[in-house]
């Protein structure tokens, strides 16, 4: 019987029937214990292995956990015993190694909420024993883990490093080094010497991919999209869905929404099913204000966009980006609660998920919710400090609750993060010009025009700088301000602003004219 039992058990497994392998192996492991005469050390440890790795491979994790310590013993002693078996075993199944059985089980703590444990079990495998697969789990717990000792910066750049010395084209893993705040530099000389050493080839291009990405994370995001723009336009890289979605990231992160839209709707026109495309196109299309891109969503947009929500809807396994995308969805629909609930579900397949961080802030914000929505993006800031979105947001909330001292010190931080941007200028020049000091109120000025010298179309800057002038008894220049930029950049809500000071300067008919456009 037992022979019957364990053929069939090794057919089944040969044959990738995991789930079949299950009641089988369960069946022949009763048989063994049974019958003590009949069962081998051998024998009852391949079966363990049968059902363990079968067990794991239908994602029955705390099953497969139960098993792995008697496995691991169970090996010990067949390796204390010389047993020639074990070595025939593992020349059959390579999968049944030691170093693969525990970077299985770290999977298994991983996938249970315990990260403490996967690593523990991961630094049982000898340094020189450790694959590239073990050091790229074991650089993700400790960068991403939330348990105790995580995360752990000088693991995880190790481990990275191990995995970039044998694989030199692992881009996520060259992209966390830099998110780590190493060196580009470093990076760079890490990378090529791997190349020179695996005999890669020619990868130049890999140096510029490398730099754009230094300069992402040091929020220098127009030089980084410059930096991706060469790259797209001379190489023969022109076109490559991963390279487009990187550099229209980063005309995003500096607020260029017009032109990062146009980048990620290319993008989803070729690669209907990129859902990170799909997401960042959701995003940026309902951006307000930005250089060159004056992001509202017109009634094709709409549509493109409903008709994107739709395809994802069909979609009946669900990752992180499909809830994102739902979620935007309910944001963008005013259904904010459910908005929240999509978000939460996000979070939980991939808890470091930047845009689905920054969008729970502002979910909580709609529902006025301003003290939560505050501690939402202090802790995205912690994941992602060189978007500039998170210090907006964080900026509103703190206005929203009148703790005007925490406002005015986001601004300081957001002016010393991102040196010589409009954006944090502008930010700054709102907060002196919402204080009730007259003097402090004068000084907003400067500001603005520090903004506007550094890119004369930003909408908010404008917009400052002419309530500024109205406020400083200069409503003609106020007015003409912004009837220069709203022919330039139509905006509902800069014809209602120019509507406003018209009615109050006694101007009612050219008032209703631009009210009119406002409505249109």
Known sequence: MENTLFANVKKLYDHKLYECVIPVAKLLRTVLQNDRNIATLELEY???????ISLYKERQVRAALRSFDDMIHQRRLMVRHKNACLLAIESVYPEFKEVELRRRAAECYREIGNPGMAIATLLEVPVKSRTPRINLLLARLNHHGSGPGCPNKAEALHAYKEVVRECPMALPMIQALLELKVDGNEVNSLVMHAATVHENGNIDWLSTWIKALAQMFDCQHLDAARTFQRLHDSTPLYGNEILMVALGRCLYYHGHYSQAEQLFATTVYGHPDNLEAIGLLAVVRGQDGGPGGHGCQGGQSRQDMDRLYAQVTRERRYSADHWFIHAHAMYDAEKFEQGLNFVKQCLESEPR???????????????????????????????????????????RSYLAQKRFKEAQAICNWTLRTFQNSSRALTMFGSTLFASPDPKVKQTARKFAEKSLKIDPNYTPAVTLMADICQFEGAPKASIKLLEDHVSLFPQANLFTHLGDMLRSEKEPIRALEYYYKALG
């Open 46 to 52: 391949q079966v363990q292995l049968y059902l363990n």
């Open 353 to 395: 998920h930047q845009e689905a961080l920054i969008l729970r802030g502002r979910l909580l914000i709609a529902t006025e919710q301003h003290k939560p929505a505050a501690e939402a993006f202090r802790l995205v800031q912690a994941v992602a400090p060189y978007r500039f979105e998170i210090y907006r947001e964080l900026y």
